[in-house]
């Protein structure tokens, strides 16, 4: 790390784990500095003009006010370098996050879905569909609202507060809410997206280093929002699978049942021996 990301680190943000986050390290350092100078160069101005234009010096009002071509140029540069951090870094930035999606093969798509106070994470299991959810079947023991009559839910894998994912591959969540605005914000990986009633909004990242990471609610939600957290644990690939296999075992011994929360930011156990890195085992 070179000593100008030092900044971002002063700022209290986690270590970068994904692929992209180096680039929006990069602009938030950039934005850091540009506004450290500004800060510090107004304060001067301000301080020199408190002193330069103090009363007893000035007793009476100078109606032209400044005539040289400094401010304007100073205030020329201001727009320049910010119309730069725009239009050069943060729209191509932003451009690249919501055009440029993995292709669907590749990813790992999940849906996020928020409520107030926890997020809740539906997989399609090892058939790779996901089960028609609907919210007439909405019960404390199915969050999601899965239908018990469509065979493609029956392998799902639902879980609330952690959701592992395997290291390296790119994951795709589509937030959506079952109450009020919620945002998902992984600080680690470097991305946050609104979760809207009736809307699905897909974000996307790459996790590179393996760890436990904290997930965070990011809109006031109401009064349970301080509590709205979760855990995303990205896993070596063999871990992984280890994991899903737990989680499609426990979805086969309860029907439609959610498992249970799991304790935030707990460090995930290390699964029994790793199974080969191929793809979970049918029928769960
Ligand atoms: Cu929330």
């Known amino acids: ?3 100008l990301a030092l900044i971002n680190e002063f700022l209290g943000q986690p270590p970068n784990a994904s692929s992209h986050g180096y680039q929006i ?15 510090v160069g107004w304060s001067t101005f301000f301080i020199f003009v408190l002193i330069r234009f103090r009363k007893r010096r000035q007793p009476v009002a100078d109606y032209h006010g400044v005539r040289g071509p400094i401010s304007t140029h100073l205030e020329f540069s201001v727009v320049l370098i910010e119309a730069v951090l725009l239009l050069g870094f943060a729209i191509p930035l932003w451009a690249k996050r919501v055009n440029q999606f993995p292709p669907g093969k590749e990813a790992l798509l999940v ?10 994470y539906h997989l399609p299991g090892p058939d790779g569909q996901f089960g028609r959810r609907d919210a007439s079947f909405v019960t404390n023991s199915n969050p999601l609202g899965l239908d018990p009559n469509d065979p493609a839910g029956k392998d799902d894998i639902v879980t609330t507060g952690e959701l592992h994912v395997p290291v390296n591959r790119p994951v795709i969540a589509e ?3 079952k109450d009020v605005i919620h945002d ?5 990986m470097r991305i946050a997206g609104d979760a809207i009633p009736g809307s ?29 957290k979760g855990t995303l644990v990205v896993d070596t690939p063999q871990d992984y699978q280890a994991w899903l296999k737990e989680r499609a075992e426990l979805a086969g011994g309860a029907q439609g049942a959610a498992p249970s929360p799991s304790p935030g930011g707990a460090p995930q156990p290390q699964s029994k021996p790793p199974a080969p890195a191929a793809s979970a085992s049918p029928g769960g």
Not at 25 to 39: N, Q, R, S
Not at 111 to 120: D, K, L
Not at 184 to 188: E, I, K, N, S, T
Not at 200 to 224: D, R
């Open 25 to 39: 390290d990069h602009i938030i350092e950039f934005c850091h500095w540009f506004m450290g100078a500004l800060f």
């Open 1 to 3: 790390m070179n000593s």
């Open 111 to 120: 849906h996020v879905v928020a409520q107030q106070f926890s997020f809740n």
């Open 184 to 188: 998902y914000f992984v600080p680690a």
């Open 200 to 228: 699905l909004i897909p974000i996307w990242f790459t996790p590179i280093k393996t760890g436990s990471y904290e997930v965070i609610c990011a809109q006031l939600c109401g009064l349970g929002h301080y509590g709205m």
């Open 175 to 177: 937030l959506s809410s």
